[in-house]
């Protein structure tokens, strides 16, 4: 079933077309990205479908019972209530319900409606259908689900109770997303849902809209969880938008192979047309050829001409060189100890680099990956320990935040101050690779975007020709053309590279190391990031036999010392069987005394029309046949032992 179509819609800035006839169809079920530039109409568009935004032309189709869900990038949940009651809100007409089953239960337990028989049918009869409903409706597991949804997005250790006014900024947009996810709308549309994610929760977040029942339509710039997610791509790009079938890889792969198809079509054909023309040229004077000359002319103006096919749009384009290589040792830490406002970070801690490495320091929000980063670079003390660099080493520092620039000052000269020796068309044409051309040099760096920030940040990095880069973060607020231009150039960079990120799809094609820092220690695993997950799980698993052999071994410890018995041991335990069996026999008769009652009284019209009294009847016989098989499974296994 289509549950959205956008035709033909079109949107300007100004004069600037943002988006020219963009094509769009969503059916149930399917999981669609939106990819591009910074700045190619992605969000445009998704707050176009989420009607916050207006179009200047075409059509969006939408079944009235379809219902949208819209996360914007970054929005925070703004509310007085606390993390609990807010959750709440998603289920206010269950509750509703929940209340009015009660209600009802409480009328029927009323004598003076139960001994008007109509109105005590008519009730039941709307209680029974309302149970059904609640019911249909998850009224009995709405509470688990914000259990489950609460724990995925990392709440698991809050008290519910916390008022959502006392959170951080990035707790608020989790939250945001996490009511979202429990209204489970027909189409959820979510812009950059990964911003503040830790591994564990995107993981988590992968799983949940992988078994989705609802269509998803998402904006990320998250490689490897659009890899996970997604089953079609749409790029947008100059304003037009095309379909590709598959995830994000065999978006990249099939994108390579349409541009080699349509340019090879493209000079076939302007090859077939420069003979047409060459033979039109030399031929349509002479008398003798005038008219087959005619007719290849007849055929040129009947060609459908193509276009050269458009490339990718203008990309930054850098490289990363050194003055000076290393020695082979870069980095040794010993026993290094880093402490917080009076709590310890880690402590022991020790790690060796050496020339070449490229190392991604992995873990969880809060154990330290960025303070180590910021220890190796001199930028804060440390309690215990020593960091010693190698011979030649020269470091280079990126900072997620880009605390660095100053914002006081243009982009020009925030490249030429540091630089003040390299002629200022030398400086433009750096910045020219990053994108900064023109008048954009002279805007000012408060004025920049976060991926402007992030690429004049590099460009700086760049000019340093450090031979170990410390990277924190470097993918985050680059748009999916910059990030693989920045892996290129680190890819054919010949330093050695240190670095922290979330970003998997990066983790895959950088690391020749990840290390893993958890809880104050340091853990090695030599591979990329899918080595890492595959080695990590074997060893829980293999941790997890172990505990079970370890468990099973002192089991049975404690059942050998318990089996040696002598023969009066042996005649004792025969004659507890033996009173056993007869003490379950007589119970198995009362209880079957006590079902023949029970149902001998349903038959009687008088119990049978009076609904609290036949249900506590029944309730008893179903506990009496419970209670009688287990009984008849003991007897059976008993039997056994004779």
């Known amino acids: 079933m289509i549950i959205l179509q956008c035709v033909q819609i079109s949107k300007s800035f100004g ?3 943002i988006l020219t006839n963009i094509k769009l169809e969503v059916k ?3 999981r669609i990205a939106l990819v591009g530039r910074n700045g190619a109409g992605k969000s445009t568009l998704l707050k176009i479908i989420a009607r916050q935004l207006s179009y200047d032309s075409g059509d969006i189709i939408k079944p009235k019972e379809v219902e ?3 996360l914007a990038q970054d929005t925070g949940l703004e509310s007085d209530l606390s993390i609990w009651d807010e959750m709440l809100t998603v289920f206010a007409p269950l509750i509703q319900m929940e209340k009015k089953l009660r209600q009802l239960e409480q009328d029927m337990s009323n004598p003076d409606l139960q001994a008007d028989e109509m109105n005590y049918a008519k009730t039941l009869s709307e209680y029974d259908a309302l149970q059904v409903d609640f019911k249909d409706r998850g009224g009995y597991q709405y509470e688990a689900d914000i259990r489950s949804v609460l724990s995925g997005l990392n709440f698991a250790g809050f008290h519910y109770e916390t008022k959502i006014s006392q959170l951080s900024g990035g707790q608020k947009t989790r939250l945001a997303l996490g009511k979202l996810l ?3 709308p027909d189409l959820l549309i979510l812009d950059e849902p990964t911003n503040h994610l830790d591994i564990e929760t995107l993981t988590w977040l992968e799983q949940y809209l992988s078994n989705y029942k609802g269509a998803i339509l998402i904006v ?4 490897y969880f659009l890899d996970q997610v997604v089953d079609q791509v749409v790029e947008i790009s100059r304003t037009q938008s095309t379909k590709f079938v598959g995830n994000y890889s065999s978006y990249l792969d099939e994108k390579a192979k349409r541009y080699e198809l349509e ?5 076939k054909q302007q090859e077939r047309i420069a003979e047409l023309e060459d033979f039109v040229q030399r031929n349509i004077a002479r008398a003798s050829t005038t008219k087959r000359a005619q007719s290849r002319r007849k055929q040129l103006e009947r060609m459908d001409r193509l276009e050269r096919p458009s490339g990718s749009e203008k990309s930054a384009n850098f490289s990363f060189t050194i003055d000076k290589q290393t020695g082979n040792d870069v980095l040794l830490i010993r026993d290094l100890e880093v402490a917080y406002e009076d709590k310890t970070i880690f402590s022991n801690l020790c790690l060796d680099i050496n020339r070449g490495e490229s190392v991604a320091i992995v873990g969880p929000n809060g154990a330290g990956k960025s303070t180590l980063l910021k220890a190796i670079t001199n930028q804060l003390d440390f309690e215990k320990g020593t960091i010693k660099l190698g011979s030649n080493v020269k470091l280079g520092y990126y900072d997620q935040e880009q605390a660095k620039l100053h914002s006081t000052k243009q982009v020009l000269h925030e490249l030429w101050d540091d630089y003040s020796l390299m002629p200022e068309k030398e400086i433009r044409t750096v910045l020219g690779n990053f994108l900064f051309s023109g008048d954009d040099v002279l805007k000012p760096v408060s004025s920049l975007s976060g991926g402007e920030k992030a690429r004049l940040a590099l460009a700086k990095l760049m000019l340093q020709k450090a031979n170990v880069l410390i990277l924190d973060e470097p993918t985050n607020h680059l748009d999916l053309d910059a990030k693989e231009m920045l892996e290129a150039a680190l890819m054919d960079y010949p330093g050695t590279i240190i670095f922290v990120s979330h970003d998997r799809y990066f983790l895959n094609r950088m690391a020749t190391r990840i290390t893993e820092l958890n809880q104050g220690t340091i853990t090695d695993y030599i591979g990329d990031y899918d080595y890492y997950q595959t080695k990590k799980a074997e060893n829980e698993e293999r941790q997890r036999l172990q ?7 002192v089991s049975e410890q404690k059942s050998n010392s318990h089996h040696f018995s002598n023969n009066k041991e042996a005649k004792r335990q025969e004659r507890q069987r033996l009173r056993r069996i007869e003490e379950i026999e007589s119970l198995i008769e009362e209880l079957e005394a006590v079902i023949a009652e029970g149902e001998e009284q349903l038959c009687d019209p008088n119990v049978y029309a009076n609904h609290e009294k036949a249900l506590e009847i029944q309730t008893k ?4 046949r419970a209670d009688s098989d287990t009984l008849m499974e003991e007897w059976e296994l008993l039997q056994e032992e004779a």
């Open 220 to 223: 990320s710039h998250d490689r």
């Open 28 to 30: 149930t079920g399917e």
């Open 263 to 267: 340019l090879k079509q493209f000079e």
């Open 547 to 553: 505990a079970e052999k370890e468990e099973q071994k």
């Open 15 to 17: 004069a600037d077309p």
């Open 621 to 624: 016989i179903d506990q009496s």
């Open 182 to 184: 429990l209204t489970k």
């Open 68 to 70: 949208l869900g819209y």
